[in-house]
C-alpha cells in the first residue's frame, strides 16, 4: 500500500503533496484522494527502470503528470525555471521523508526529528 493511503489510515487525513512543481506553471494541486508516491529524476531512473524507493515524494496527479510526462510546451516552461524545479525536487524530498518518519514508515533506531 502506498505510503499517501496508509498516512490516511492511520490519521484520516490524505499526505499532501510534497512535489508542487505546478506551482510553478501558476496552475494548482489536483485533488489530495490521487496523491501517489513518485520517483524523482536520479540515477538509474529511465525507460522502464526507477530510482531507489528513498527518492520518491508525494505528488498528486498534476505533478506527477508534469514530473514524468508533461508535454513540449509544459517541459519548455520548466526548463524556464530549472533551480526552482531543482528546489522543489530538493524541499519535497525533506518534507515527505519528515511526514513519513513522523508516522513511523521510515524507522531510524535511536532517531529523532528535530
Excluded at 489530495?32 to 508516491?37: A, K, W
Excluded at 531507489?52 to 508533461?70: K, M, W
Aim: glycine residues 6%; aromatic residues 4%.
Amino acid at each position: 500500500m502506498a505510503a499517501p493511503s496508509i498516512i490516511q489510515q492511520k490519521t484520516g487525513v490524505m499526505m499532501p503533496c510534497t512535489l508542487r512543481i505546478c506551482s510553478i506553471l501558476g496552475e494548482r494541486c489536483s485533488d489530495p484522494d490521487t496523491n501517489v508516491m513518485a520517483h524523482l529524476p536520479g540515477p538509474g531512473k529511465g525507460t522502464a527502470t526507477k530510482v531507489t524507493d528513498l527518492a520518491t515524494v508525494c505528488a498528486c496527479h498534476r505533478c506527477h503528470q508534469l514530473l514524468d510526462q508533461p508535454s513540449p510546451r509544459e517541459q519548455a516552461q520548466l526548463e524556464l525555471y530549472p533551480h526552482a524545479v531543482a528546489d522543489r525536487f530538493f524541499k519535497s524530498l525533506i518534507e515527505t521523508q519528515a511526514m513519513l518518519f513522523a508516522h513511523g514508515i521510515i524507522e531510524v533506531p535511536d532517531g529523532e526529528l528535530v
